[in-house]
């Protein structure tokens, strides 16, 4: 069994590694867009997509790194963070009192050991915010699984191939796709049988989602939603992947020529309509891709909806040439900077020569602070 401070460290860890990552990813966006690549859509999300992976198999490199040390192998090599920085400190790098610097140094085995053993109200207060966020975020998650699925069950049975299912609903104004445990589905409103436009880029659209496997990601996403609520880098990660599908989805379905942008756009404006008079039902029903999604804050602040950048991005879109090369050039620097992070913010193991100059620092400088005290009493006597 893991045990729990373990785990503790673990989740530490990843939401760093989230903030880490999402820092590097908009300065790796900018730089992509200055080169004249801001419309490389699907190279941009398979990005994200892989540097996600490499999240979550950073723990194991960082392991696999403390293992080679611990059997004599770079040995020489320290990434940690809080070793280096200690070491910095005694090099007199910055001043500080040492004792302070020590505390802050210890901050997160402090932490640690506080919410393991449930002390202090700061611990406690940590302790009742993580549960009641991801108690309301799994029972959130939840209701709006049922929901999607009564608005699937609902639906009637239109043509089916193979393991897609094509389904009719009058519950729905705006097309979306799921998937069960075997099937995929994509629910059309009932009224866009009369429109053969809008229901050729409805399927078009949601049968691409289908193949770019942006369901199984939406999934992932929403279900460690509850975990990483806290987290402003992990819902500015999952808006990112949510635009990038939706754009890099409207590049791919008029690559294929065999729908007009023009009747590609008229759906996009015509959905995006009905969808300011959707039911609450279907907005909290997850997960799903639609074919689009009014966006009610841009239209109260005035802002550039994201509909407007999808249109403007089908009347400017530009294929790339070498997708995979540019994909390998940048995804390299991304991984190994995760990677390195990743060992680099991990706890320290045993207590190195610094570690044991900075205690011994602290203690001399209590036994100072002691033997002043000391000798202010007896002056004063």
């Known amino acids: 069994m893991i045990p729990g401070d373990a785990l503790l460290d673990a989740f530490i860890d990843a939401n760093i590694l989230?903030?880490?990552?999402?820092?590097?990813?908009?300065?790796?966006?900018?730089?992509?867009?200055?080169?004249?690549?801001?419309?490389?859509?699907?190279?941009?999300?398979?990005l994200l997509n892989t540097v996600f992976l490499a999240i979550v198999v950073a723990p194991f490199v960082a392991l696999a790194f403390t293992?080679?040390?611990?059997?004599?192998?770079?040995?020489?090599?320290?990434l940690n963070l809080s070793d280096n920085v200690?070491?910095?400190?005694?090099?007199?790098?910055f001043e500080m009192k040492a004792s302070k610097f020590e505390a802050l140094v210890q901050m997160r085995d402090t932490f640690t050991l506080n919410v393991m053993n449930g002390a202090g109200w700061m611990a406690l207060g940590a302790i009742l915010v993580f549960v009641a966020g991801f108690a309301v975020g799994a029972v959130r998650l939840i209701y709006s699984m049922i929901c999607l699925r009564r608005i699937v069950a609902d639906s009637y049975a239109w043509r089916s191939f193979g393991r897609l299912k094509l389904r009719l609903s009058d519950r729905t104004l705006v097309p979306f796709s799921t998937r069960?445990?075997?099937?995929?589905?994509?629910?059309?409103?009932?009224?866009?049988?009369?429109?053969?436009n809008e229901m050729r880029v409805s399927i078009a659209h949601e049968c691409q989602h289908i193949r770019q496997g942006d369901l199984e990601w939406e999934i992932l996403l929403e279900a460690l939603k509850p975990l990483f609520f806290l987290n402003p880098a992990y819902h500015?990660?999952?808006?990112?992947?949510?635009?990038?599908?939706?754009?890099?989805c409207d590049s791919e379905v008029l690559s294929r020529g065999r729908i007009d942008v023009r009747a590609y756009c008229d759906t996009l404006l015509s959905v995006c309509q009905k969808t300011l008079r959707r039911d609450r039902a279907f907005v909290i029903a997850v997960p799903k891709v639609t074919l689009v999604t009014a966006d009610r804050s841009a239209l109260r602040d005035g802002k550039m909806s994201f509909l407007e950048r999808r249109i403007s991005s089908l009347l400017n879109a530009r294929r790339l040439a070498?997708?995979?090369?540019?994909?390998?050039?940048?995804?390299?620097?991304?991984?190994?900077?995760?990677?390195?992070?990743?060992?680099?913010?991990?706890?320290?193991?045993?207590?190195?020569?610094?570690?044991l100059m900075l205690s011994t620092v602290v203690n001399l400088e209590r036994l100072d602070e002691i033997n002043r005290?000391?000798?202010f009493g007896r002056v004063r006597n």
């Not at 730089?31 to 699907?42: D, F, I, M, P, T």
């Open 67 to 78: 293992t080679l040390q611990r059997s004599g192998v770079a040995t020489e090599v320290n």
């Open 180 to 196: 069960g445990l075997r099937n995929y589905y994509v629910v059309i409103p009932s009224h866009m049988l009369g429109d053969e």
């Open 236 to 248: 500015a990660w999952k808006r990112q992947v949510e635009n990038l599908r939706e754009l890099n």
């Open 18 to 46: 989230f903030c880490v990552a999402y820092t590097i990813w908009v300065a790796v966006r900018e730089v992509l867009s200055r080169l004249g690549l801001k419309h490389a859509y699907g190279t941009q999300l398979k």
């Open 373 to 375: 005290l000391s000798t």
């Open 322 to 355: 070498h997708p995979n090369l540019v994909y390998l050039a940048v995804i390299l620097p991304l991984v190994a900077s995760v990677a390195l992070t990743a060992v680099a913010i991990q706890r320290p193991g045993d207590w190195s020569q610094d570690r």
């Open 86 to 93: 200690v070491a910095y400190y005694l090099n007199g790098g």
